[in-house]
């Protein structure tokens, strides 16, 4: 019999489908070869039993387990495309025969992507609001400052107190119910003043004291702090202030511009900052206004979204947070314990992110497919010219890392933009 699939609950089905015995016994050769190494025959060295001596002493069922471990990825796949299934989920697997005779018969629960209901009148003349780019001359002068902070001198204090606005480098020990804490103390600990690094009124209790100054600074944990011991409870720190220092930013003339730039005067520095600010600015609005159409369209349509695919795009951006951390050196683990969260609370401020992003694709691929966007090999070069580009690689050498599924991606990914093109091509400004 051939694959067979029934639906047994919303955007779930479960697929019916065989091992013939000629795979089944391909997978049970592969199964020995890899075990026998591991199985102690009397009479015979370790790994040289034959097959047959090793069914006989423990039964021909010992090599069945991993046989199907083996030869089930690809009948599960071939399965899957033979009855057209776009699924979403990984497969519950169950396995209803099994014999070195008759092969396999398996089932396979999963969730499968869902229908969207859409009309072309849902996405065709959508409105938004027109936005024109215009730069203020405080943005200009914030760039400027952000690029004087860049190249500021920093300049030890040795005559006054600590001000709002210093470094201060400063030896601590926490204490909560007259205990010391876990994480509660450093040493030569460098705090810039005002920037809310630490809990509470910490930094504002230290305006105010000298070098060599000692002060007990008292502060409450916030509620969700993160630490069960912690939140909400208030806390002794014993300070010592080692060292001050303060910034001393350039002034905002011709020499920063030479100094900073390719540029000779503070004018034409300014204006190129301008010319950036506009660009991005400009962007921005052409990011908002596609977002904008997107959600438009998406809240018209009707889909029914199997959880799993919100679980699985939170996922994604949980790893992708996680890389970029782990670029900079700062481990997610110890990202959740300075700012109090644990995996869950992460997981939870992605989910109306991850569920608008996973509607919104849904809704672009049904537009695409029900306007029957081509995908041109012309489209597909250019997209891999760009990915090439983009990786820093030959486009040849790309093009013979890529899987069969990562080339089929690539055609949805162009057809999804190409939806996307379309909608806001037809969409109307107010």
């Given at each position: 019999?051939?694959?067979?699939?029934?639906?047994?609950?919303?955007?779930?089905?479960?697929?019916t489908?065989?091992?013939?015995?000629?795979?089944?016994?391909?997978?049970?050769?592969?199964?020995?070869?890899?075990?026998r190494?591991?199985?102690?025959?009397?009479?015979?060295?370790?790994?040289?039993?034959?097959?047959?001596?090793?069914?006989?002493?423990?039964?021909?069922?010992?090599?069945?387990?991993?046989?199907v471990?083996?030869?089930?990825?690809?009948?599960?796949?071939?399965?899957?495309?033979?009855l057209?299934?776009?699924?979403?989920?990984?497969?519950e697997?169950?396995?209803?025969?099994?014999?070195?005779?008759?092969?396999?018969?398996?089932?396979?629960?999963?969730?499968?992507?869902?229908?969207?209901?859409?009309?072309?009148?849902?996405?065709?003349?959508?409105?938004?609001?027109?936005?024109?780019?215009?730069i203020?001359?405080?943005?200009?002068?914030?760039?400027?400052?952000?690029?004087?902070?860049?190249?500021?001198?920093?300049?030890?204090?040795?005559?006054?107190?600590?001000?709002?606005?210093?470094?201060?480098?400063?030896?601590?020990?926490?204490?909560?119910?007259?205990?010391?804490?876990?994480?509660?103390?450093?040493?030569?600990?460098?705090?810039?003043i005002?920037?809310?690094?630490?809990?509470?009124?910490?930094?504002?209790?230290?305006?105010g004291?000298?070098?060599?100054?000692?002060?007990?600074?008292?502060?409450?944990?916030?509620?969700?702090?993160?630490?069960?011991?912690?939140?909400?409870?208030?806390?002794?720190?014993?300070?010592?202030?080692?060292?001050?220092?303060?910034?001393?930013?350039?002034?905002?003339?011709?020499?920063?511009?030479?100094?900073?730039?390719?540029?000779?005067?503070?004018?034409?520095?300014?204006?190129?900052?301008?010319?950036?600010?506009l660009?991005?600015?400009?962007?921005?609005?052409?990011?908002?206004?596609?977002?904008?159409?997107?959600?438009?369209?998406?809240?018209?349509?009707?889909?029914?979204?199997?959880?799993?695919?919100?679980?699985?795009?939170?996922?994604?951006?949980?790893?992708?947070?996680?890389?970029?951390?782990?670029?900079?050196?700062?481990?997610?683990?110890t990202?959740?314990?300075?700012?109090?969260?644990?995996?869950?609370?992460?997981?939870?401020?992605?989910?109306?992110?991850?569920?608008?992003?996973?509607?919104?694709?849904?809704?672009?691929?049904?537009?695409?497919?029900?306007?029957?966007?081509?995908?041109?090999?012309e489209?597909?070069?250019?997209?891999?010219?760009?990915?090439?580009?983009?990786?820093?690689?030959?486009?040849?050498?790309?093009?013979?890392?890529?899987?069969?599924?990562?080339?089929?991606?690539?055609?949805k990914?162009?057809?999804?933009?190409?939806?996307l093109?379309?909608?806001?091509?037809?969409?109307?400004?107010?």
């Open positions: 019999m051939g694959s067979r699939f029934e639906t047994v609950e919303t955007n779930k089905v479960k697929i489908f065989e091992i013939s015995p000629e795979k089944f016994e391909e997978g049970i050769q592969e199964a020995y070869k890899r075990n190494g591991k199985i102690n025959i009397p009479g015979f060295r370790k790994g040289k039993a034959p097959r047959k001596i090793i069914e006989m002493n423990f039964g021909k069922e010992i090599f069945y387990e991993d046989a471990n083996i030869v089930l990825p690809d009948a599960y796949d071939s399965a899957v495309k033979e057209n299934l776009d699924t979403v989920s990984r497969p697997i169950d396995i209803e025969e099994i014999s070195a005779e008759n092969g396999v018969v398996l089932t396979a629960e999963v969730f499968v992507k869902p229908e969207v209901s859409i009309e072309a009148e849902d996405y065709k003349g959508v409105q938004y609001e027109i936005a024109e780019a215009v203020e001359d405080s943005e200009i002068e914030a760039e400027i400052n952000k690029v004087r902070e860049q190249n500021a001198r920093i300049v030890p204090v040795t005559d006054r107190p600590v001000q709002d606005g210093d470094i201060v480098t400063l030896d601590f020990e926490g204490f909560v119910d007259g205990v010391a804490f876990e994480g509660g103390k450093g040493e030569n600990y460098e705090l810039t005002g920037s809310k690094t630490f809990i509470d009124t910490f930094e504002e209790q230290l305006t004291l000298n070098i060599g100054e000692e002060k007990d600074v008292n502060v409450k944990f916030p509620e969700e702090y993160g630490k069960e011991e912690l939140n909400g409870k208030p806390a002794l720190f014993k300070v010592k202030i080692n060292g001050i220092k303060f910034k001393e930013l350039p002034e905002a003339d011709d020499d920063l511009a030479q100094d900073v730039s390719e540029f000779d005067t503070l004018d034409e520095y300014k204006n190129s900052i301008k010319e950036k600010l660009s991005a600015k400009e962007e921005e609005i052409k990011n908002k206004k596609e977002n904008d159409i997107v959600k438009a369209v998406t809240e018209k349509a009707k889909m029914d979204v199997p959880p799993v695919m919100i679980e699985n795009q939170i996922e994604n951006m949980v790893n992708d947070f996680a890389n970029q951390l782990r670029m900079q050196g700062l481990p997610l683990e990202y959740l314990q300075y700012v109090g969260q644990d995996m869950d609370s992460l997981r939870e401020a992605y989910r109306a992110n991850a569920e608008n992003q996973v509607k919104s694709r849904l809704v672009l691929e049904a537009i695409a497919n029900k306007e029957g966007f081509p995908v041109t090999e489209d597909i070069d250019a997209e891999l010219n760009k990915l090439a580009e983009n990786y820093q690689m030959e486009k040849e050498r790309l093009e013979n890392i890529l899987r069969p599924e990562d080339k089929e991606g690539l055609k990914d162009i057809a999804v933009r190409k939806a093109d379309y909608i806001v091509e037809n969409a109307v400004g107010q």
